[in-house]
């Protein structure tokens, strides 16, 4: 429940901040990033960095052939994506980071582990590990999804192309990590 709440608070502030006009950076180009462009990569940079650290673990630790073909799937893609947004933080003078931790605005709801979550999976073993590490990836995915709502009018194709992949590709990773669980 609080996990919701907490959702729905940031949603509502960054639905908040998509609806200025500005646009982040200098010129009079239509596609140029605005606010809510900018303030999603700043949240989805460390989102998918996470990401990646959780799949890099699983590649060191899963013995489960299954577990590591996510992960490795889930690192390639997502990799990318992050040097994509840094890109277009770049173009729109912005700085990657929105000034502070994103956990200290609780954040974390979107999905991201906690420490203490980290700290679990970092030390468990075999079938533990992997079931905490599809428990809390389908949790990051869901979070992800949900943050790509704050992006869904940007007037940047790139912008929308990237929130649509994230949508379709995470929602098709959410239902082979429950098919792994339940099997």
């Given amino acids: 429940m609080k996990r919701t709440l907490l959702s729905a608070v940031v949603l509502a502030g960054?639905?908040?901040?998509?609806?200025c006009s500005g646009t982040a950076g200098s010129g009079d180009d239509a596609a140029a990033h605005n606010d809510a462009d900018v303030m999603f990569a700043q949240m989805m940079i460390p989102h998918h960095q996470q990401a990646v650290d959780m799949s890099d673990l699983a590649l060191q630790r899963s013995t489960d052939p299954d577990v590591r073909e996510l992960a490795q799937q889930i690192r390639d893609a997502q990799a990318p994506e992050i040097e994509?947004?840094?890109?277009?933080?770049?173009?729109?003078g912005a700085g990657t980071s929105m000034g502070h931790d994103p956990s200290d605005m609780g954040m974390g709801m979107g999905g991201m582990l906690s420490d203490e979550d980290m700290t679990?999976?970092?030390?468990?073993?075999?079938?533990?590990?992997?079931r905490l590490y599809l428990e809390g990836m389908i949790e990051h995915h869901e979070g992800a999804i949900q943050m790509t709502h704050m992006i869904e009018d940007s007037q940047n194709d790139e912008v929308r192309a990237l929130a649509e992949a994230i949508v379709e590709s995470q929602t098709a990773e959410i239902e082979r990590m429950e098919e792994m669980l339940a099997g």
């Fill in 14 to 19: 960054a639905l908040a901040l998509a609806g």
């Fill in 120 to 130: 679990a999976l970092e030390n468990a073993t075999g079938a533990e590990f992997d």
């Fill in 84 to 92: 994509q947004m840094e890109g277009w933080l770049d173009a729109a």
